[in-house]
């Protein structure tokens, strides 16, 4: 591990303790459920390809890269693996599905889910 990298972990470690982070359920397609912090940007509806008129609920959800603080890029199985958080804030939770890496590195990933 390069300096570089282990000082984007550690960043990361502190990044989850402030104001805006929330514990949410990772539900992963294949193993055990577990309780894990996010910071979730919930952007809207966003429009469903061809599909008239239809939307879907659209969120970022930024997590720790890591296989059991948070979920780590090279288990992430975008399609099965599920979140279960508020759809707004202080609201009941719901299960999303997480569908793409947005962004990543090895501290952290942002991750599109609706």
């Known amino acids: 591990m ?3 990298d282990a000082t984007l ?5 502190t990044f989850f303790k402030l104001p ?3 514990r949410v359920t990772y539900l992963p397609g ?4 577990r309780g894990i912090m ?3 940007s919930r952007r809207g509806p966003e429009g469903i390809a061809n599909v008239s008129g239809g939307s879907l609920p659209a ?3 930024l997590v720790k890269n890591h296989a059991t603080e948070g979920i ?15 759809k707004r804030v202080d609201n009941r939770p ?3 599905r997480l569908t793409e890496i947005v962004n990543q590195d090895a501290g952290m990933m942002v991750l599109a889910a609706s």
């Open 20 to 22: 805006g982070a929330e």
């Open 2 to 4: 390069t300096v570089f």
């Open 94 to 96: 719901g299960v999303m």
């Open 72 to 86: 780590a890029s090279d288990l992430l199985d975008t399609g099965a693996d599920k979140i279960r958080c508020g």
């Open 30 to 33: 294949s193993g055990a459920s």
């Open 38 to 40: 996010a910071v979730i």
């Open 9 to 13: 972990k550690a960043a990361a470690d």
């Open 59 to 61: 969120f970022e959800v």
